[in-house]
């Protein structure tokens, strides 16, 4: 088992900026892939960010490409999402995932987090 719990969501203006962070415990956490999704009302969750157990193999959404960043610390249990120039559109719930497969589908993964609310106003 692996448990995730995010952290830094909130309420920005639109064009700031936050990370998330996502600290893994439980089994080895260098061993999984990890992913960033989110979820808006009314939507359905959509992928984010990927990134490898090494760090070395990153991927995006389109619609985030440019403006957030993914990256991990294996040392410190924890991956990041660092987002900037934000818009009202970001607005969702921020979910952290971790697997043993790579990849850019919610069943790709194994383990989830409980969520962290990222509000951007307009």
């Known amino acids: 088992q692996v448990q995730l719990v995010e952290s830094g969501g909130g309420l920005v203006q639109a064009g700031g900026s936050l990370r998330l962070s996502c600290a893994a415990s439980g089994r080895t956490f260098q061993n999984y892939h990890m992913g960033w999704f989110r979820q808006a009302p009314g939507k359905e969750r959509e992928f984010v960010a990927r990134?490898?157990?090494?760090?070395?193999?990153?991927y995006y959404a389109d619609s985030v490409k440019g403006r957030f960043t993914i990256s991990r610390d294996n040392a410190k249990n924890t991956v990041y999402l660092q987002m900037n120039s934000l818009k009202p559109e970001d607005t969702a719930v921020y979910y952290c995932?971790?697997?043993?497969?790579?990849?850019?589908?919610?069943?790709?993964?194994?383990?989830w987090g409980q969520g962290t609310q990222v509000t951007v106003s307009s």
């Open positions: 995932a971790a697997g043993e497969r790579r990849g850019s589908y919610s069943y790709t993964y194994d383990y």
């Open positions: 990134i490898n157990w090494s760090g070395g193999s990153i």
